[in-house]
């Protein structure tokens, strides 16, 4: 059987021996007719691979032939499937929220703080934040006082953003990020968190600001949501620490990872993951505050498989 | 068609112009025509807009800026500034709201200061009366028929309504008041240091709070948005100053006062957990269109008290809404046009909304279904029709339409007559597709009886899975017939098949009532004879 995720290419290649499923089926012998597919089957991969080779040689004497493979064979994923956006890659116009932030080149001062009655990972998941977000802080959460009272205290001191961490069972299930003075709100789900100590061969990070790495925020929320992330982060990396977090976003799924490069040749870049992983989906964007409704997610758009809102 | 939306983002003005059908989300789809004007940033984005009669029969739009200015812009391109008031808030203030009524334009800002322009009078500039009615105000309207009734209301603030008692219509004064040309004028106080320029108000009327909750607390007031409905009722002297009103709450309530019933309301119905943002009036007297702070926007029956139907599609909050009734368009179309040119306009209806998804769409009030979805690029803050009909929109382009659709039909039975059954799969994805894209249709759709069917089964695959099966079962029919009457016939069969079943069942009921225990036994009958015991044994 074709693994998972290799399923829908190799419906489409037509190898040189293709596999006779059907004269198989009337050897009545289990035993035999497993050897006989066996045998096939050895038969299609050896000729697999030589028509490999043979390829790589007429395309190392004739590169046209291998740009030309590559330009025709675009194998098709969900990705280049995607219904079509008419949001996809047009300028904002006007002025957003964060407009003021940027302009005024306001260094970040970021709250950090968790759901009422946490009590496991989310102080884990603090303390990476804090290592994260330059110019953060982390302060406890009591049972007084709700987000947007929050938020007012946030504003009083200063602060440009607020994060909130929430947690359940003891599991880190979401992040909140509010924009201050004046929102937006977006709530993300987060799922697959690993700590710098599960991944092996991590490095240990330093106190410089990192460079922002935002992939694939196309769409008109998603350059919202994109100009969030840029909003936490200071707007001059320090270029010395070497450290890159990266935002990747893929169908719709954000995933979050932290690495450090190194210039082991002149060629090549190694990199070292610093840690921590986690993958984040947008749920809503509230305008101000936890207000008015600006996008929510809904059951119903997980059914369309190639629509994608980021 | 073609509607005015301001942009929250810019802080300008756009017109769009857009034939009906138009879905900028599908590939392909016709563009729609929009031009930006006016743009002074996002710190004066328009509060409110409305459209404005001038006084040499032109059409203008006026908008009530953030930062206290109101400007009054041409319609057509270049769409020229005809005027501008400036300093009409304090700072923090805002306006909620910009009313045009007979040629007299009101803007009030959210801490109670109204002011009244002549737009019909020569003299715009000078002519600009003004009042304090308080604050805090969050919804304002003015009578549709009478320019000197207005309604207010806030946050902790009831509704109230006055009458603005020292001005005169041109009627009432016999056209002997000091400015000639100006239909409307200020009667000069009679008593007090009053400046000749303000307004003196008049309370006809004051809501009350509705009673305590069941835990005997006060029920907070938030009051979003104030209509007047049933404005055209037969007036006379008595139930002159009675007014039907509806209003929508920050806290999910809608209520209908009858303010020569009662102080309280009529009706007060929560229609959601969402604070509610905006009311518009349909073409029916007992229908209202009200959205939230959730996306949901959706008719409300006053008299049943009950949330009818939703307007779906958009992913972000309704931020306004803007009606077109047909009872308008005719009543246009009769003064412009003396008959002569054929009726073009649609018979039902329009429902623009705009908000925080960037989204113009607008719908079918009737149907509710999506007459066009257009990509604006900004957050909506306000919004206006001002033509209902498509822009090369005709009677015979909508049939064109229609004509494409048939073609479809068409093809699809072709192609069955071809390849067997593979027809129903693609009549389904068919289907999906539409829902996916939003299905816009046409606005007429219901007008004309020869498509009605084709029409009713669409709305079935939109909705409901069984539905669904039942237009599997029609198509099935047609691929054996290929005539649309056997449907009706199969109806009608099935119809009568069920009421002999219902006359079954309620004849052994009653024999199940009388005791007998033959036949019958169906949990239906059963029931009937329990509900009798009960009563007997009451």
Redesign the interface.
């Known amino acids: 059987m074709p693994s998972r995720k290799t399923k829908g290419y190799k419906k489409r290649k037509t190898s040189s021996v293709s596999i006779p499923k059907d004269a198989l089926k009337s050897v009545k012998n289990k035993i035999k007719r497993e050897n006989l597919l066996a045998k096939v089957r050895d038969e299609h991969n050896i000729s697999k691979h030589k028509a490999r080779k043979e390829r790589l040689k007429m395309e190392a004497s004739d590169p046209e032939l291998k740009a030309e493979r590559l330009a025709s064979n675009i194998p098709s994923t969900i990705e280049a499937m995607r ?5 996809v890659n ?1 300028a ?5 929220e964060f ?1 003021e932030y940027f302009r005024d080149k306001k260094p970040p001062k970021v709250l950090i703080t968790t759901s009422k009655n946490a009590r496991g990972e989310a102080y884990e998941l603090s303390d990476q934040l804090i290592d994260i977000i330059p110019g953060s802080e982390f302060v406890k959460r009591g049972h007084k006082f709700s987000m947007k009272e929050i938020a007012k205290f946030c504003n009083n001191r200063e602060f440009t953003d607020l994060v909130v961490i929430s947690e359940d069972k003891k599991e880190v299930n979401g992040l909140t990020f509010v924009h201050l003075p004046n929102g937006p709100t977006m709530f993300f789900s987060l799922t697959s968190l690993r700590m710098p100590k599960q991944i092996s061969g991590h490095g240990r990070a330093t106190e410089h600001s990192p460079e922002l790495i935002l992939n694939n925020f196309s769409t ?1 929320l998603g350059s919202t949501v994109g100009r969030l992330f840029q909003s936490l982060f200071p707007q001059t990396p320090e270029f010395v620490g070497r450290q890159v977090v990266t935002l990747h976003n893929q169908r719709d799924f954000i995933f979050f990872r932290r690495h450090r490069y190194v210039f082991k040749e002149t060629e090549r870049v190694g990199l070292q993951e610093l840690g921590p992983q986690f993958t984040l989906k947008l749920r809503r964007v509230q ?1 101000g505050i936890a ?6 997610h809904r059951p119903d758009m997980d059914k ?1 498989k190639h ?1 994608f809102y980021l | 068609m073609r509607v005015f939306v301001a942009a929250e983002d810019s802080g300008s003005l756009k017109d769009i112009s857009f034939s009906f059908g138009t879905n900028t989300s599908v590939k392909g789809s016709r563009a729609p025509n929009i031009t930006t004007f006016a743009s002074e940033g996002r710190s004066a984005f328009v509060q409110r807009m409305t459209l404005v009669k001038l006084s040499d029969g032109k059409q203008g739009i006026c908008v009530a800026r953030k930062g206290g200015i109101v400007q009054l812009y041409d319609i057509d391109p270049p769409y020229a500034l005809l005027n501008e008031w400036k300093g009409q808030t304090l700072h923090g203030d805002s306006f909620v709201g910009l009313e045009h009524v007979n040629g007299i334009l009101s803007s009030v800002t959210s801490s109670g200061k109204l002011v009244m322009r002549d737009l019909q009078s020569a003299a715009t500039a000078a002519l600009e009366y003004y009042a304090f009615i308080g604050d805090p105000v969050n919804a304002y309207r003015v009578h549709p028929n009478r320019p000197n009734i207005i309604a207010y209301a806030g946050k902790e603030r009831e509704l109230e309504i006055s009458q603005i008692t020292n001005v005169q219509t041109a009627e009432d004064a016999g056209d002997s008041s000091s400015s000639s040309s100006s239909k409307w004028c200020v009667a000069p106080p009679q008593y007090g240091p009053y400046n000749a320029h303000e307004l003196a108000l008049h309370k006809l009327w004051r809501a009350k709070n509705v009673k305590n909750d069941e835990l005997e607390l006060r029920v907070p007031v938030w009051i979003s948005d104030i209509r007047f409905l049933d404005c055209d009722r037969a007036v006379d002297a008595q139930s002159l100053n009675d007014f039907r009103v509806a209003v929508t709450t920050r806290f999910g309530h809608i209520r209908l006062y009858e303010t020569s019933k009662s102080r309280r309301p009529l009706v007060n119905v929560e229609v959601g957990e969402h604070p509610l943002v905006a009311l518009a009036p349909t073409a029916k007297e007992n229908e209202v269109v009200f959205c939230d702070t959730h996306a949901v926007t959706a008719k409300f029956d006053v008299t049943t008290g009950r949330k009818n139907s939703h307007f779906s599609g958009s992913t972000g909050s309704t931020l306004c809404l803007d009606t077109l009734l047909p009872s308008k368009i005719k009543e246009e179309e009769e003064e412009e046009g003396d008959g002569a040119a054929p009726s073009t306009s649609a018979d039902v209806g329009l429902l623009a909304t705009g908000g925080l998804d960037r989204y113009l769409h607008v719908y079918n009030l009737e149907t509710r279904q999506l007459v066009g979805k257009v990509y604006v690029g900004t957050k909506l803050s306000a919004i206006s029709i001002v033509d209902g009909q498509s822009t090369d929109g005709t009677v015979s382009e909508r049939e064109s339409e229609y004509e494409d659709e048939d073609g479809k039909k068409m093809k699809v039975k072709d192609e069955e007559d071809a390849a067997g059954g593979k027809r129903f799969k693609k009549r389904k994805t068919g289907g999906e597709e539409g829902e996916d894209n939003g299905s816009v249709s046409d606005p007429g759709s219901t007008a004309s009886s020869a498509n009605a069917k084709h029409v009713r089964f669409e709305n079935g695959s939109e909705e409901e899975d069984d539905e669904e099966e039942d237009e599997e079962a029609v198509w099935r029919m047609l691929g054996e017939d290929g005539d649309l009457e056997t449907i009706e016939i199969k109806a009608d069969d099935d119809d009568v098949e069920d009421d002999e079943e219902e006359e079954e069942r309620g004849a052994s009921s009653e024999s199940a009532a009388r005791g007998s225990q033959s036949a019958g036994g169906s949990s239906r009958s059963r029931s009937g004879r329990r509900s009798r015991t009960a009563s007997r044994r009451r």
Do not use: S
């Not at chain 1, 904002?92 to 957003?96: C, I, K, M, P, Y």
């Not at chain 1, 207000?291 to 929510?296: G, Q, T, V």
């Open positions: 219904v079509y956006d008419e949001t047009v904002a116009e006007g002025e957003d407009e008109r305008r207000e008015e409704m600006e996008w929510e369309e629509k």
